[in-house]
């Protein structure tokens, strides 16, 4: 009898993952078309099974029992086969309140918005009233006698303290998406998104950029994991696990973005980084004269260098919805905010600083150096741009081997700290 998760697009899950963590089995991602799903459930052949979208109350009917959580709810997330007898729970309502509380976010006596009315929704409405929050406002696309639209909300709800996405929307592939304008919102205090890939969505980035305390949905993820294993194999589970296997997840999943100028020693920097981190190296220049068939001097004299920086946005979002990744960039690639908003959705930034009469190179792949007053120009246009972007600065102008000792460090106190907010 075998564990699992069901649901209609599952190539994007880290549940796999996470619950082999946890517990000793095999856990299977089972993707299951509407026709195969009925079959699926009338065949009753698992030990016990998560359910996630489109299908958390489309099991309801096949069940013989749900706890008093899931019927509140009115959708189920986890269920157990007891001797050929389908028992519903939603663990859902559990992920989503430890992180509420882990984060100290408090819906006492607030104004609530919620972005969506799907599945996902139901659990975090239960927890929105278990929180005692004063109103609770549903959005969604089609109007209905629970929800109100987009236009109502921005028109008559912009003072909302605390807003949760629940929707699809920013969910890979289609990252570059946002369900809301948080800027008109000018009284949030929390943003909560239940989607976890990408790691920070676009909502979640502009919180963050807002000021406004924001928290991805993977610790909800992992959470109410750990509790549908508790249902999976009638234990209990020390809360201590779901902060480890959070960490475990953001060191293996983030990306690492190295930006700084030509010849900062981005590419020796990610190769060697290669070496120590099970994580893959990828040049984004070398992704761009991949898809353009010529090298980058051959696209400015074609292009131009309007038509090289398209071309690199182009590759910077589709190499933004990888993940496992260390991505040396160009050194000119901060000069979109569109790119590096898309490579921060799953990365952490970190700048490659050099000193500038270390930078000076005749690589003729190096179309915009093309003397000392041209590189002191560019450094100066650039120098704020990287210090911008960046999360983290690590010099390098010694030995490389301390570069790279440096590099990792930053990389995993930013994830520590990314856990510990």
């Known amino acids: 009898m075998r564990y699992g998760l069901i649901g209609e697009k599952l190539g994007h899950s880290f549940s796999k993952e996470i619950h082999e963590k946890i517990a000793d089995y095999t856990y299977d991602l089972i993707p299951l078309t509407k026709h195969e799903f009925h079959t699926f459930m009338k065949q009753k052949d698992f030990a016990a099974i998560n359910v996630t979208i489109p299908y958390k109350k489309d099991v309801i009917p096949y069940l013989d029992e749900m706890d008093m959580q899931a019927k509140s709810i009115g959708a189920v997330n986890t269920i157990v086969n007891k001797n050929?007898?389908?028992?519903?729970?939603?663990?859902?309502?559990?992920?989503?309140?430890?992180?509420?509380?882990?984060?100290?976010?408090?819906?006492?006596?607030?104004?609530?918005?919620?972005?969506?009315?799907?599945?996902?929704a139901q659990a975090v409405k239960a927890v929105v009233k278990h929180e005692q929050a004063k109103e609770m406002i549903i959005v969604d696309i089609i109007k209905t006698e629970d929800t109100i639209t987009y236009d109502e909300c921005y028109a008559l709800h912009s003072d909302?303290?605390?807003?949760?996405?629940?929707?699809?929307?920013?969910?890979?592939?289609?990252?570059?998406?946002?369900?809301?304008?948080?800027?008109?919102?000018?009284?949030?205090?929390?943003?909560?998104?239940?989607?976890?890939?990408?790691?920070?969505?676009?909502?979640?980035?502009?919180?963050?950029?807002?000021?406004?305390?924001?928290?991805?949905?993977?610790?909800?993820?992992?959470?109410?994991?750990?509790y549908a294993v508790e249902h999976f194999l009638d234990t209990k589970i020390d809360d201590d696990i779901i902060d480890k296997i959070y960490k475990e997840l953001l060191m293996k999943e983030c990306n690492i973005i190295l930006i700084g100028m030509p010849s900062a020693g981005k590419t020796t920097i990610?190769?060697?980084?290669?070496?120590?981190?099970?994580?893959?190296?990828?040049?984004?220049?070398?992704?761009?004269?991949?898809?353009?068939?010529?090298?980058?001097?051959?696209?400015?004299?074609?292009?131009?260098?309007?038509?090289?920086?398209?071309?690199?946005t182009l590759v910077a979002k589709e190499l933004s919805a990888m993940h496992n990744m260390?991505?040396?960039?160009?050194?000119?690639?901060?000069?979109?905010?569109?790119?590096?908003?898309?490579?921060?959705l799953n990365g952490i930034i970190i700048f490659i600083d050099r000193d500038i009469n270390k930078l000076m190179t005749s690589d003729p792949n190096r179309p915009l150096l093309k003397n000392e007053d041209a590189l002191k120009s560019l450094h100066k246009e650039r120098y704020p741009l990287y210090q911008k972007y960046a999360s983290m600065v690590v010099m390098n102008n010694e030995a490389i081997e301390q570069t790279i000792e440096d590099v990792i460090h930053a990389y995993q106190s930013i994830i520590l700290e990314a856990v510990e907010i």
């Open 84 to 120: 050929g007898k389908l028992i519903g729970h939603n663990t859902d309502f559990d992920g989503f309140l430890y992180m509420v509380r882990h984060h100290n976010i408090h819906m006492k006596d607030k104004k609530v918005l919620i972005i969506g009315n799907g599945g996902a």
């Open 160 to 226: 909302a303290q605390i807003i949760i996405n629940t929707s699809p929307v920013g969910m890979f592939p289609s990252i570059d998406a946002s369900p809301l304008h948080l800027e008109y919102f000018k009284q949030c205090e929390a943003l909560l998104d239940v989607i976890y890939n990408p790691i920070l969505t676009k909502l979640a980035f502009a919180a963050q950029e807002l000021g406004i305390k924001r928290v991805n949905g993977l610790e909800m993820l992992v959470a109410q994991a750990k």
């Open 270 to 312: 990610g190769k060697m980084l290669e070496q120590r981190m099970d994580k893959k190296f990828i040049d984004l220049d070398d992704v761009i004269v991949e898809k353009a068939g010529m090298t980058i001097p051959e696209i400015f004299d074609l292009f131009g260098e309007e038509g090289f920086r398209h071309l690199e």
């Open 326 to 344: 260390i991505i040396a960039t160009g050194g000119g690639t901060i000069k979109n905010k569109e790119n590096m908003d898309a490579l921060r």
